[in-house]
């Protein structure tokens, strides 16, 4: 069982940064991969980006490649999504979740392959 947490949205203008964290407590968190997604009112959750369980590989979705990054603190139960050069189609609810374990590197973008979810926290990106 894991309990997930996400904390740092706000409101920030274009062209701003932000740094979420998502805190787990429950002892799997160290050993399974992590994901961030988000959902903009009307539309479907989508990717945003992943983690394997120790921090050594990545991946991104197009949207945000080279202006966000995901890392994680195992010895802190806790993963983190840095933004910067933010924009207003940036603007959702995001959620970090964890991975069911199996086969993550097809399925790392699919939300149907993430077991927990956080209740969100909201980032609001203005022009």
């Known amino acids: 069982q894991l309990q997930l947490v996400e904390s740092g949205g706000g409101v920030v203008q274009a062209g701003g940064s932000l740094r979420l964290s998502c805190a787990a407590s429950?002892?799997?968190?160290?050993?399974?991969?992590m994901g961030w997604f988000r959902q903009a009112p009307e539309k479907e959750r989508e990717f945003v980006a992943a983690?394997?369980?120790?921090?050594?590989?990545?991946h991104d979705a197009d949207s945000v490649k080279g202006r966000f990054t995901i890392s994680r603190d195992n010895a802190k139960n806790t993963m983190y999504l840095q933004m910067k050069s933010l924009k207003p189609e940036d603007s959702a609810v995001y959620y970090c979740?964890?991975?069911?374990?199996?086969?993550?590197?097809?399925?790392?973008?699919?939300?149907?392959?993430?077991?927990?979810w956080g209740q969100g926290t909201q980032v609001t990106v203005s022009s």
């Open positions: 979740a964890a991975h069911r374990g199996s086969f993550w590197v097809a399925t790392y973008s699919l939300p149907g392959s993430y077991e927990y």
């Open positions: 429950g002892r799997a968190f160290t050993s399974v991969p």
């Open positions: 983690v394997n369980w120790n921090g050594d590989t990545t």
